[in-house]
C-alpha cells in the first residue's frame, strides 16, 4: 500500500467548508444572547473631555452602556505584549480594552453598548456623545523621532519604544574591504491581514466559569492570557476556536475585545456576541509591516559579498499588542538571505505613531528582510554590471555546508540554493526570455522579469531559541498531539495548532494514517477548544506541520508501538517481529498471520483473554514536542510583467515559483500555500496599502480603497518543487505557509524595475500602484513618498541617507 | 456595516411605488438592484427613512428595438445588457462593471439615477445623447442625458419620480471603442473613455466621446469631437484630437491618482477608445 503520505488527498475540510455548513463564530446563537457595539474614536489622538450616555442608555433593549472608566474593575491588567529580550527596555504603555483618559489613534474603542440586538446596539453606539480634545498627531515613524516630534506617550519623552541590535563579524570591516558599496533605502509598506472572516468573539457564562469563542489561530495562548487579565484561574475559562476564516496573522493577537465580551458575560450573567465589521478590521485589527530599512552592501569586483549592514525603523502604531516590537526583529535571521557574508549588523528601532498598532501578519518580519537584500543585491549586480543570478550563484551557500552556521549565529537546517535556481531556469527559459523582451521592446512592449532567491526561518519553537533566555519571547513553543484510536479502529487527532485554512485536518490525518494503518478518511482532527486536548500553542509562523505535524507523528508512533504489543500478544508472537504493512499489522514473515488496526483497538478496549495484565487497556497516547532548531524553507521564483508605459499599470503576465519545504505531505495543500502567499505578495507589490493622512485619518478603510487583488488580477501560477529534507525532525518537513509571500515581493518589483530599464528606472518603492509607476517613466521624481502614496509628488527616495537616530545603536 | 432603522415597501406596481415614494416623503428611497445604495446604507452614508423596493416590477424590464432605437426598461440589469450583443458598446462597458455577482443584481435604471461618476453607463448615455423616462405622479417626461447628471451623485430626477425606460438611439454604421481603466478588473474607472466614431469617404461624418469620472458628471470631450469631426480619419488625427480629451476637465483627485494624471489618462484612453471606434467605423 502506498503510504497517504506524499498523496495529493483532497481536503477533508471542504465539503463542510463549501457547503455552508461550517461553524464560524459569528454562526453560533445562544440562548439570551447579547450583542456589543464598540463606540471608537474618530480622532488620532486626543483627550476624551466627556463621555454623555444617557441617549443610549434610554434606548429601548439597550442592556449597559460602559466607559473604560466603568469597567476599570473588570480588567486586572491590560492587553498583554509578551516580548521582553534580556537586556532591552521597551517602552510599553498601558493598553486597556477601553481607553481610559486619552485616545492614540482612529478606531481606539472608548465605549461599549450591550443590546438585545446588534442593529439596536449599533444605533445605539451612535448616540454616545464623547468629547475630545485633539492633541497633535505623529503618522510618519521617522519624523515622529525627531526633536520636537509630538509624543504618542508622553511619560516616555519620546517616540522610541525600544533599540535591539544583532551582528557577527566586522561589519565595518567587510565594507571597508569591499570594491564596491551599494545603499539603498527599502520602505516595507503597511497592510491588513483582511482575512475574509473578519473577527468575531462571544463570552458565555456559565455557573462559575466563562467560555470564549473567538475567531482566534490561538486558543490556548488566549486563555491563559485573557484568565490573566480577568483575574480569573485558568481552568475557570474555557476558548473555543470554532471553524476560523483565515487569519494571516491578524488572529495571531489577544485583542481588547475578547476581553471585553468575557468581562460582560461575567458582569450581566449572560453570552455577549461582537462581531468585526469589515471597516472596523481595516482599523482595528492589527496591521503588518511598516518598517524602513536602511541596507548598505558590499562586494568585491567580483561579486563576492562582505558585508551587510542594516538600520530598521519599525512603526509599530500607538500600543504594544502581543508581539508588536518582536515582528520586525523577526526576519533577523535571515537577512542575509542564501548568502555567506564576512560580517552582517542589523539595527532596529521602534517607533511610536497615532496608528494601530502593527503586528505578525504572513511572514512577520521575514518578508521585509527578504526584500531588502533581494533587492539591494539586485542593485550590486547593476553597479557590477553582473548577471542578478550570477551574482547569486556566487555568493550562495553551497548545499555540503550545512548545516551552516550564519554569521549571526543561525544555523539554516539544510538547504540546496543552487539546485532551485537551476530547477526555476528548467522552467524558465531565461535567454529565450531576454529575446523576447528585446522583440517586444521594439514592439513598445515592457515586459520584465525578476528573481527572488529566498530563504526563510519557520517552526517556531524551538523553545530554548526563542523563549525568555533565547530572544526573550515569555513563552515556549513545542506543540502537542493526542492520537485516540477508538474501539472500532477509527482514530481522532487532537492538535495544539490551530488550523484555519492550512489543509492540516487533512494533513495530520496522513501523517496518523500512515502509522496507525488505518485509511485518513477514518481520522479526525479536533482542535481549537482548550477543553479538549492537551495544552498547544496555535498556528502562525508556518510552524504547524513541522512542530505540532512532527507531534502527531510522535504520538501515532507511541500508538502504533502499543498496538503491536497488543498484536503480538493476540498473535502469540514477539513483538519486534510485528510490522505495520498494506494496512496490517502481521508477523514478519508470515503475512497470513494478521490483525487490523480495528481488531487491535477492539481487543485495547474490551481485552480478551489472551491479552497480558501488564498491557493497559485503551489505545492512546499523548506528545510533546519541542525542535532543536527552527526549519529553513528556500526556493527561487520570477516573476514576469508587462509594463503600459503609457498609463503606468503593471500587469503580471507569468509567474514560476520552485519550492523546497522538505518533503511534501499532500502537495495540493502546499500547492494551494504557495498560490495564495505569491497572491498576498502580489497585493503587497502592486495594490495594497494601508494609508493614513497627516491627521492620523485611515484613508484605506474599505475594500475599495484597499484593494485586494482578486484572480482576475493574477496569472496561473507554475510551480515546482526540490525537496531538501529537513534533519531537524523526523518528518524532514519544513513550512509552507508563508514562503511564497516571503519571496514574492522582491521578484514583482524587480520585474517592475527590469522592465523599466529603457527609461533609466533603478528604484521603485512599492505599492506599484499605476499613478507611481507613470510618475517613475516619466521622470517626475520617484512618486514614491512613504506617506500617502498620492496627491503630491514628493519623493522620499533618496538612496542612503539614513534616520536620524538609530546608526548609533544603543541596544546590546 | 449595519445599516440605520429603515421601513421597508415592496412595490407592485410602478403607481404602487410612485404612491409610496409619494407617502415616504423626501427620505424615501427607491430600491432596484441594490449594489450602490445598500453598500452606502450599511455605512451610513445615506441613511433613508423607508426603502420602496421596485424589484418585483418585471414590467420595467427588458431590451426592445422600436422606432431606430433601443427602449431599455429600468430594471434591465447589467448582466442582461451584457449578454445583448446588439447593443455594441453598451454591453461591453456593462460587462465590465464591478464583477458578475453585481452585473446579476445591478440595473442600468438604478446606476443612471445614482448618478455616479465613477459608473460605467452615465458616460455612455451621454455618448449616445440618450435620454430616461421618468413618471411621477403628475405624469410622464423624458430627461435628456445632458440634462439628468447634475453634480455628483445628483440627477435631475424628483424625490417622486421612476425612471421607467432608458432610450438610446441606435447609431447604425458607428463604430465604437470602450476604454476603462482600473488599478483591479471590479473597481469603478479611474477614467473611462466612451467612443463612437461614424465614418465615410474615409473621413469622421460625426463622433461622440464620452468621459467617466473626470468630473462630478460624465462629460462630453467637446473639444476632442471637433478636432476630429468632418475631417480625416486617421492615427494621426485621431492621436491629435485625442490630445484635446482632457481639456477645461477638473478631475477630483484621489490616493490612487492626481487630476493631472486622471488627465493624461483621459487623452490617452480617448486615443485608443477612437482607434477602436475607427477600425468598427471603417
Not at chain 1, 564596491?180 to 456559565?206: C, L, M
Not at chain 1, 518598517?291 to 509599530?316: F, H, M, N, P, W
Not at chain 2, 480617448?270 to 468598427?280: P, V
Amino acid at each position: 500500500m502506498t503510504p497517504y503520505v506524499g498523496q495529493a488527498i483532497r481536503r477533508k475540510e471542504d465539503p463542510r467548508m463549501i457547503s455552508g455548513r461550517a461553524n464560524y463564530t459569528d454562526d453560533i446563537s445562544l440562548p439570551g444572547m447579547l450583542h456589543a457595539a464598540i463606540v471608537r474614536s474618530p480622532e488620532a489622538h486626543a483627550a476624551i473631555v466627556s463621555i454623555d450616555k444617557s441617549a443610549a442608555e434610554q434606548r429601548s433593549g439597550v442592556v449597559a452602556v460602559l466607559t473604560g472608566e466603568d469597567m476599570a474593575p473588570d480588567f486586572a491588567s491590560g492587553l498583554p505584549m509578551a516580548w521582553d529580550p534580556p537586556g532591552v527596555d521597551i517602552n510599553v504603555p498601558d493598553h486597556w480594552p477601553l481607553k481610559r483618559g486619552e485616545v492614540k489613534h482612529v478606531g481606539d474603542p472608548v465605549a461599549v453598548v450591550v443590546a438585545v440586538d446588534r442593529y439596536l446596539a449599533v444605533d445605539a453606539a451612535e448616540d454616545v456623545i464623547v468629547e475630545y480634545d485633539p492633541k497633535p498627531v505623529v503618522v510618519d515613524p521617522e519624523a515622529a523621532l525627531e526633536d520636537g516630534a509630538p509624543l504618542v506617550w508622553e511619560q516616555f519623552g519620546t517616540n522610541k519604544t525600544h533599540e535591539w541590535a544583532v551582528g557577527g563579524g566586522d561589519v565595518a570591516a567587510a565594507l571597508e574591504a569591499a570594491d564596491v558599496v551599494v545603499e539603498q533605502r527599502v520602505p516595507n509598506h503597511r497592510t491588513s491581514g483582511a482575512p475574509i472572516e473578519p473577527r468575531a468573539a462571544i463570552g458565555e457564562p456559565r455557573a462559575e466559569s466563562l467560555t470564549l469563542y473567538s475567531t482566534t489561530q490561538i486558543p490556548h495562548i488566549a486563555r491563559l492570557l485573557l484568565a490573566g487579565m480577568l483575574d480569573m484561574p485558568e481552568d475557570k475559562l474555557r476558548v473555543i476556536a470554532p471553524d476560523v476564516g483565515g487569519g494571516f496573522g491578524a488572529k495571531l493577537q489577544v485583542y481588547g475585545e475578547e476581553a471585553l465580551v468575557l468581562a460582560l458575560a461575567r458582569r450581566l450573567g449572560r453570552a455577549v456576541k461582537w462581531t468585526e465589521s469589515r471597516s472596523e478590521h481595516m482599523t482595528t485589527s492589527h496591521h503588518g509591516r511598516d518598517q524602513i530599512a536602511y541596507v548598505t552592501l558590499g562586494a568585491k569586483r567580483d561579486g563576492t559579498l562582505t558585508g551587510l549592514k542594516v538600520r530598521i525603523v519599525a512603526d509599530l502604531g500607538a500600543y504594544m499588542q502581543l508581539l508588536t516590537p518582536f515582528i520586525p526583529e523577526l526576519g533577523f535571521p535571515v537577512m542575509g538571505g542564501c548568502y555567506r557574508f564576512d560580517a552582517i549588523d542589523v539595527h532596529f528601532t521602534g517607533v511610536f505613531t497615532n496608528k494601530m498598532c502593527t503586528d505578525a501578519i504572513r511572514g512577520a518580519g521575514r518578508p521585509e528582510a527578504t526584500y531588502w537584500i533581494e533587492l539591494t543585491m539586485d542593485k550590486l549586480a547593476r553597479e557590477l554590471d553582473m548577471d542578478p543570478l550570477e551574482l547569486r550563484r556566487r555568493n550562495f551557500i553551497p548545499k555540503e555546508e550545512f548545516p551552516f552556521e550564519t554569521k549571526l549565529g543561525i544555523v539554516y537546517d539544510s538547504g540546496d540554493y543552487h539546485g532551485s535556481l537551476d530547477r526555476l531556469l528548467e522552467n524558465f527559459d531565461i535567454e529565450g526570455f531576454r529575446r523576447e523582451q528585446a522583440e517586444l521592446r521594439e514592439k513598445g512592449i515592457h515586459r520584465g522579469v525578476g528573481f527572488s532567491t529566498w530563504v526563510e526561518v519557520c517552526g517556531l519553537a524551538p523553545s530554548r531559541a526563542v523563549g525568555p533566555q533565547g530572544v526573550g519571547l515569555q513563552a515556549a513553543f513545542w506543540e502537542s498531539a493526542m492520537v485516540r484510536v477508538h474501539p472500532s479502529g477509527s482514530a481522532t487527532v487532537y492538535t495544539g495548532t490551530s488550523p484555519h485554512g492550512q489543509g492540516l485536518d487533512t494533513s495530520f490525518a496522513q501523517i496518523a494514517a500512515d502509522r496507525l494503518g488505518i485509511d485518513p478518511e477514518n481520522v479526525d482532527v479536533l482542535h481549537g477548544d482548550t477543553d479538549q486536548g492537551p495544552w498547544g500553542w496555535g498556528t502562525y509562523g508556518s510552524r504547524s506541520l513541522s512542530v505540532g505535524g512532527e507531534a502527531v507523528a510522535k504520538a501515532a508512533e507511541k500508538v502504533q508501538a502499543k498496538a503491536k504489543r497488543i498484536c503480538a500478544a493476540l498473535l502469540e508472537a514477539s513483538p519486534d517481529d510485528i510490522e505495520l504493512a498494506d494496512g496490517r499489522f502481521q508477523v514478519r514473515g508470515s503475512p497470513d498471520k494478521a490483525k487490523t488496526m480495528a481488531e487491535i483497538a477492539f481487543a485495547a478496549h474490551v481485552p480478551p483473554q489472551e491479552l497480558p495484565a501488564e498491557i493497559e487497556p485503551g489505545l492512546e497516547e499523548n506528545s510533546f514536542y519541542d525542535p532543536e532548531n527552527f526549519v529553513f524553507p528556500f526556493g527561487a521564483h520570477a516573476c514576469i510583467v508587462d509594463v503600459d508605459v503609457e498609463t503606468g499599470k503593471v500587469q503580471v503576465v507569468r509567474y514560476v515559483a520552485v519550492d523546497d519545504c522538505g518533503p511534501a505531505i499532500n502537495p495540493m495543500l502546499i500547492d494551494g500555500q504557495v498560490h495564495g502567499g505569491i497572491v498576498h505578495a502580489i497585493g503587497q507589490a502592486l495594490y495594497e496599502q494601508i494609508v493614513y493622512d497627516e491627521d492620523g485619518q485611515l484613508v484605506t478603510g474599505t475594500f475599495v480603497d484597499y484593494a485586494l487583488p482578486t484572480a482576475a488580477e493574477v496569472p496561473s501560477f507554475e510551480t515546482d518543487r526540490t525537496e531538501t529534507p529537513s534533519p531537524v525532525n523526523s518528518l524532514g518537513v519544513k513550512g509552507i505557509g508563508e514562503a511564497g509571500t516571503i519571496a514574492a515581493t522582491p521578484a514583482v518589483t524587480a520585474a517592475v524595475i527590469d522592465a523599466l530599464q529603457p527609461f533609466g528606472v533603478e528604484w521603485l518603492d512599492m505599492p506599484h500602484t499605476p499613478m507611481r509607476v507613470w510618475n517613475a517613466i516619466h521622470g517626475h521624481g520617484h512618486g514614491n513618498g512613504h506617506g500617502p502614496p498620492s496627491l503630491g509628488e514628493h519623493g522620499m527616495g533618496s538612496a542612503g541617507s539614513g534616520p536620524s537616530s538609530p546608526d548609533e545603536g544603543g541596544a546590546p | 456595516m449595519i445599516p440605520a432603522e429603515f421601513d421597508y415597501v415592496r412595490a407592485d406596481s410602478v403607481d404602487g411605488a410612485l404612491g409610496a415614494l409619494a407617502e415616504g416623503g423626501e427620505d424615501a428611497k427607491l430600491l432596484a438592484g441594490g449594489h450602490s445604495l445598500l453598500p452606502l446604507m450599511k455605512l451610513r452614508l445615506a441613511v433613508p427613512t423607508v426603502l420602496v423596493d421596485i424589484g418585483g416590477l418585471d414590467e420595467l424590464r427588458g431590451v426592445e428595438r422600436e422606432n431606430g432605437g433601443w427602449r431599455v426598461g429600468a430594471l434591465t440589469t447589467h448582466a442582461t445588457l451584457q449578454d445583448t450583443d446588439e447593443l455594441g458598446v453598451v454591453a461591453r462597458a456593462a460587462s465590465l462593471i464591478a464583477d458578475q455577482q453585481v452585473r446579476n443584481r445591478g440595473t442600468i435604471g438604478g446606476s443612471l439615477a445614482h448618478g455616479d461618476p465613477a459608473s460605467d453607463l452615465p458616460g455612455v448615455l451621454l455618448a449616445f445623447d440618450g435620454s430616461v423616462t421618468a413618471r411621477s405622479g403628475g405624469g410622464e417626461r423624458e430627461i435628456a442625458a445632458a440634462d439628468l447628471f447634475q453634480d455628483y451623485l445628483t440627477t435631475s430626477l424628483g424625490a417622486d419620480e421612476v425612471i421607467t425606460t432608458v432610450n438610446m438611439p441606435a447609431l447604425e454604421g458607428y463604430g465604437w471603442g470602450y476604454e476603462k481603466f482600473t488599478r483591479r478588473a471590479e473597481d469603478w474607472a479611474m477614467v473611462g473613455v466612451v467612443a463612437l466614431v461614424k465614418a465615410s469617404g474615409g473621413g469622421c461624418e460625426d463622433v461622440r466621446i464620452g468621459l467617466t469620472h473626470m468630473g462630478p458628471t460624465p462629460l462630453r470631450a467637446t473639444a476632442a469631437e471637433d478636432a476630429l469631426r468632418g475631417g480625416p480619419l486617421d492615427a494621426e488625427r485621431i492621436a491629435a484630437a485625442a490630445e484635446h480629451a482632457a481639456d477645461g476637465t477638473e478631475p477630483p483627485g484621489d490616493a490612487n491618482a492626481t487630476p493631472d494624471y486622471k488627465r493624461h489618462l483621459a487623452r490617452v484612453l480617448t486615443r485608443r477608445a477612437l482607434e477602436s471606434a475607427a477600425a468598427g467605423a471603417a
